[in-house]
């Protein structure tokens, strides 16, 4: 191990805390100053007796992260003070109280939040993993500059880690891929997402990182010259307006180019655009737009654009507070390249994200600027869900999707992820909506609430207190928020049917001498393969449990299995109260395309999927059709070389499961008969109906409906009401 020079360490350590102040983004006041040289102090004298695996003083770690928080970030002294004490309570004698005292309750809460995160078990298995994350994301309620500060944190971890043991860097690279990198993007770190990408892949996949960096370095003097030649082009048009300007070359990340050499399965040499120009320009914030506008026109004079590729961030901002102007032109030689516009304002919005737009936007402004972040951070993240895994990627997908922006009636514009329906528009809107919504309305069009909607549709939403969610809603929804909301509403109802369903069980088992109990609840349970007491009164409320399986089930009380169910419920937990019991997802049929059809297949070996995980169907010529999941190494390959023999296919619970019936009614016709039979199905017994028709001839009706029942004790009890009605004769099924 090398000597370590103790007074050059320290000359070291004094020159980069003389640089954290310099380089900070925001102007520190004397007592800001104070405050972060308490801390400072403190954090020397916690970790003095501690080295990191580099062999180097661990000191320097808070005092980079802080570095990263004043500078790359931006943030306050609070959090620069934060930052030097995030490991203190962790792995010193000092303890929070120590904090409180010396620094106040801010630092003490943020300091807390980061230790409670450190603390974290790291487990190999995913779920608990999730969890985990889950639990950190979470933290946001308390403080958002914990997440933050874990940010700054991570990124120092991965700039860090070549010390490290191989196994030990592929897991910190596969979280943060996982992640820190969709976090940073929601928050509007741009630099730093895209290094945590670029570090990411440099230890999960080191051959492609390597062989990428390689070929930009080789390409580097003939996009300088590209970039030299296209600034020569404008630059004469762009000095004439006496404009104030700097024009750069910003290239692509390499975890960006990997991205799309994978999606496009082309080589490196084929990735059109590795580089953007950017065009930053000095401005009065009232001439921002204009000037922007200004040199778009100077642009598009010397180079055709592609008019599909206009992004204006201007007009509209991004929901991070990203700002700007990008076009894709027809370059210098035959090239495609896009440009970005942007003032200095934007630029520094861009970099440092949350951080400069509210430095922008001071005292009241700011703090509504934060609210507003705040609140569409927390909508990411609010769910109910109770699986981790679903959780983490369900939030990732929000984090990560392309914006789109869309008008209410009044004419109010509303960001939301690209992909969303008119269902995740109306949740945005407000719970009671979005739960209440019948249908809507895009452009004054009537759609399905499926319809995927563009920016610039302007959405209203028609709801009737009638309306409630169904499991149909879970396909059109995409955002986390709406899919909480439909699942939590869902919840309740199937609550609802459980507590019918255990009364209506308690009855029958009385008429079988049986009493309802823990007992008999626990061996239910198992005789029927389910995993909760919900699960079970549930089944019987909605009719799939029905008569006769009760009465096997009685009788296998007395016979010579009773004491195989005896020795599996002693491994059974104790069926709890209803309420507190969940729901399970149970996924046992599959079905294919959109009328969720039931057809013969097989299970791939190249993926081996299981119920639940997200699948499709491939036809093959000889062995019909092979099931993969949407990951399968094959997938891309089958995707696009055979897309006309693809069938979608999902897990379902055949015991929550619509399905279609068509019936034919017959009778004597008579005023009113019509709208006697829509209200038995609507209303009374709460049946949805798909199609309707009816004839009559000389006082003599017929009529065809299709309804879409649960299972065939719903449909008969539907066609024993059909039948009191007054003037029908016969009711059958087609």
Known sequence: ???????????????????????????????????????????????????????????????????????????????????????????????????????????????????????????????????????????????????????????????????????????????????????????????????????????????????????????????????????????????????????????????SIRRKMRSQNIPFEEVYDKFAIRIIYKSLPEQEKFLAWKIYSIVTDHFRPNPTRLRDWISSPKSTGYEALHITVMGLRGRWVEVQIRSDRMNEIAEKGYAAHYKYKEGDDGDKTLDEWLNRLQDALESQETNAIEFVEQFKLNLYNKEIFVFTPKGELKSLPKGATPLDFAFSIHTEIGLKTRGARVNGKLVPLSHELRSGDQVDIITSEHSKPNNNWLDYATTARARSKIKSSLKDEKKGVAEEGKVILMRKLRSQKISLDEKSINEMVVYFKLKTSLDLFYRVGIGTIDNKMIKEYASSRSNAFVSYFKNKMRKQPIAEHIDKDEITDKYDLLVFGKEEQKLDYTLSNCCNPIPGDPVFGFTTVKEGIKVHKQNCPNAISLQSKYSYRILTAKWIDSSARDFKADLILEGIDRMGLVNSITMEISDHMHVNMRNLNFTTHDGVFKGSITVIVQNKTHLENLIENLKKISGIEKVHRN
């Open 1 to 255: 191990m090398a000597v370590i020079d103790i007074e050059e360490e320290n000359k070291e350590l004094t020159r980069q805390y003389k640089e954290l102040l310099r380089i900070s983004y925001r102007t520190l006041s004397d007592e800001d100053k104070k405050m972060i040289r308490q801390a400072f102090e403190i954090a020397v004298d916690a970790h003095k007796d501690q080295r990191r695996k580099s062999g180097e003083a661990y000191i320097f770690h808070p005092l980079a992260v802080a570095r990263i928080v004043a500078s790359e970030i931006g943030m306050d002294a609070t959090s620069i003070a934060a930052a030097l004490l995030h490991d203190v309570v962790e792995d010193t004698p000092y303890t929070l109280e120590d904090i409180n005292e010396m620094f106040g309750e801010t630092v003490t809460r943020i300091v807390d939040g980061l230790t409670k995160i450190s603390n974290l078990k790291k487990h190999h298995n995913a779920s608990l993993q999730a969890e985990n994350f889950r639990k950190m994301l979470l933290t946001i309620n308390d403080d958002v500059r914990v997440i933050i500060i874990k940010i700054a944190d991570r990124l120092h971890n991965m700039q860090t880690m070549d010390s490290m043991r191989p196994d030990k860097q592929i897991k910190i690279a596969s979280e943060t891929l996982y992640i820190y990198a969709p976090l940073a993007h929601r928050i509007g770190l741009y630099n730093i997402k895209s290094e945590l990408e670029d570090l990411g892949l440099k230890y999960t996949e080191p051959d492609v990182y390597q062989n990428i960096v390689n070929k930009l370095k080789d390409t580097k003097e003939e996009q300088d010259l590209y970039i030299a030649d296209f600034t020569e082009t404008i630059k004469k048009s762009l000095d004439k307006e006496l404009l104030e300007y700097d024009i750069k070359g910003r290239p692509k990340s390499i975890f």
